[in-house]
């Protein structure tokens, strides 16, 4: 999301909401981040928005406070600081890491304006009815991403052409996990092959998903979007390097970490990008 879109959004939201509401806040307005992931791989997101903020005049600690709520990838924990961050009367929600804390944070309030960045379609997870006239109290940028898992698995056959069997790796806990596996066996059958799901939302399920994807003899793997993935780039890395795996990524952060190649959107500038580990 580019940074400026982004404060034109929050602007938008705070210009929203209720007068009566409005005056029940303090002097400094409050953004609460609701982080599904943990905070240190989306530090530089975090500070894209800070960045944004300071450009059209609002500084933490000065004219505008913060409140964060990590989940450390443990989604059901995500009610829970969504329900923290409406009893200290935040000004604005911005979820972070996707449809989980997006959900959670519209299961908490209807009168809050929640602000997010997501790759799904964010009618189909009912968090809206339009995507021009949203309405209610959310708004925000739909990437689409699961749209180009076909795209993915194009290239990821690229990559082990002799390969019949290709792996995908999902997070059941993810509210997105049924689509993509649906959008993965379809993208599949476009290219003539089979697919091996595979599904993990631990640390030791991955291990786990590769013993599973070394027994099958699956030719190459494709990590789908998720914010617990994404957490865990540097154990892809180690992962996929041990057992000589050709991997595939949704987004640019796992090659920054050593991974192979991804193909998705820029999560900063909400641009399509494609990245191999050679560039």
């Not at 933490?60 to 995500?78: C, F, I, K, P, S």
């Amino acid at each position: 999301m580019k940074r400026r879109a982004f404060i034109a959004m929050l602007s938008g939201a705070a210009v929203g909401w209720p007068l009566a509401a409005r005056a029940q806040q303090p002097a400094m307005p409050v953004v609460g981040f609701l982080g599904a992931p943990s905070a240190a791989p989306y530090a530089r997101y975090v500070a894209a928005v800070h960045q944004g903020l300071k450009e059209v005049g609002y500084i933490e600690h000065q004219n505008v406070a913060m409140e964060y709520r990590w989940a450390d990838g443990q989604y059901d924990r995500l009610p829970a600081l969504a329900a923290d961050l409406v009893s200290r009367r935040v000004a604005v929600i911005v979820p972070i890491g996707g449809a989980p804390a997006t959900l959670a944070a519209k299961s908490a309030t209807s009168t809050i304006p929640v602000v997010f960045n997501l790759g799904a379609d964010p009618i189909g997870l009912g968090l809206v009815t339009n995507l021009n006239r949203p309405g209610g109290n959310i708004t925000g940028i739909a990437m689409m991403t699961l749209e180009i898992e076909t795209k993915r698995l194009e290239l990821l056959h690229e990559l082990a052409p002799a390969s019949t069997l290709l792996a995908i790796l999902l997070n059941p806990s993810n509210a997105q996990a049924q689509t993509q596996e649906r959008e993965a066996q379809r993208a599949a059958r476009v290219i003539g092959r089979q697919v091996l799901v595979l599904k993990a939302g631990t640390e030791h399920e991955i291990e786990m998903a590769f013993a599973a994807l070394v027994r099958e003899r699956a030719g190459a793997l494709l990590v789908g979007g998720d914010t617990f993935f994404t957490s865990q780039a540097t154990l892809f890395v180690v992962l996929t390097a041990h057992h000589s795996i050709p991997t595939i990524y949704p987004f640019k952060s796992y090659v920054d970490a050593g991974g192979l190649m991804s193909y998705g959107t820029s999560l900063l500038d909400g641009k399509l990008v494609s990245t191999p580990a050679a560039c």
